[in-house]
């Protein structure tokens, strides 16, 4: 039986990588993957899936107006779906992947983020956790050892953001994985508390 699946962590944990590794294994043994990102992702390219550590692949790109189901009809028949910066999707696109899963007996394997700066939920991420049959945190450390769960935003000082939109891409120059106390400790450094 095919499953939903999420596979979260913080910045730089690997999720990219890890995506696109899980689509080599899958192409190793002949199987069609039909690998998907969001269109509001553009950081490494309008359609380019790029990890930190040099893999890429090009992605069919999705906007938020799109149906998926609809455009997994248009794109063929393929053994699986791959689909990063999941956290991008909206509810309604997270509903119609599940829907593939229960009605196309189609594995689908989500990569993104859990939370944003402010470690409020992502509409995706939550609809992820919402329907998800298997959920997995992809682990990396804060500086101080620490397992990190924040996604901390940077502005150029290196201070910690505490407002703006949910949405703002970027990579090491912007953001910085943290465990929770060293964000809030940060935090109050700042404001001189």
Not at 37 to 60: H, N
Not at 77 to 104: K, P
Request: include cysteine.
């Amino acid at each position: 039986m095919a499953k939903l699946y999420f596979k979260y962590g913080a910045m730089g944990s690997s999720k990219s990588a890890q995506a696109l590794i899980t689509k080599f294994n899958y192409e190793e043994l002949g199987m069609r993957v039909w690998l998907i990102k969001p269109s509001v992702d553009t950081r490494d390219g309008a359609d380019i899936i790029r990890s930190r550590i040099g893999l890429e692949s090009v992605a069919q790109v999705i906007t938020p107006e799109q149906n998926i189901t609809a455009e997994y009809k248009k794109a063929g028949r393929h053994d699986v779906i791959i689909a990063d910066e999941a956290q991008f999707f909206t509810s309604e696109q997270i509903d119609q992947l599940r829907d593939l899963v229960d009605d196309d007996n189609l594995p689908v394997l989500c990569f993104g983020l859990r939370t944003d700066f402010l470690t409020h939920f992502f509409p995706g991420a939550q609809r992820l956790m919402e329907l998800a049959d298997s959920i997995t945190e992809i682990k990396t450390v804060c500086a101080c050892g620490r397992k990190a769960t924040v996604n901390a935003r940077i502005d150029g000082d290196g201070r910690i953001v505490t407002e703006g939109s949910q949405v703002l891409l970027g990579g090491n120059d912007s953001y910085i994985a943290m465990c929770h106390k060293c964000w809030k400790q940060r935090i109050k450094e700042q404001a001189g508390e």
